[in-house]
């Protein structure tokens, strides 16, 4: 049964920085992607950075700020969150995919505030 772990949310200041990481366990073989989406109080589910192969996407609001890396040979997958805004406020999930199939992390938290 494949998990995803997620790490490294918590309360910044705004303009601070922060590190999330997500491995997964449970399977030998490689996810075709990872990444990450996030859901802000009232706000539905968006997609923040992904990686599928060796293509990176990511949202027009993050970018220049959140940096996504990929570990192949783990299954890990980081985001660095640098800049942060009050309304980058959410819950971030870690996502992955192989063969049709998705999953995703319980969520971490990252609160950006004052």
């Known amino acids: 049964q494949v998990q995803l772990v997620e790490s490294g949310g918590g309360l910044v200041q705004p303009g601070g920085s922060l590190r999330l990481s997500c491995a997964a366990s449970?399977?030998?073989?490689?996810?075709?992607?990872m990444g990450w989406y996030r859901q802000a109080p009232g706000k539905d589910r968006e997609l923040v950075a992904i990686?599928?192969?060796?293509?990176?996407k990511s949202a027009d609001s993050v970018k220049g700020r959140f940096t996504i890396s990929r570990d192949n040979a783990k299954n890990a997958v980081d985001l660095q969150l640098h800049a942060l805004k009050p309304e980058d406020t959410a819950v971030y999930y870690c996502?992955?995919?192989?063969?049709?199939?998705?999953?995703w992390g319980k969520g971490t938290l990252v609160t950006v505030s004052s």
């Open positions: 996502y992955a995919a192989r063969s049709s199939r998705t999953y």
């Open positions: 449970g399977t030998i073989f490689s996810m075709n992607a």
């Open positions: 990686i599928t192969g060796g293509t990176t």
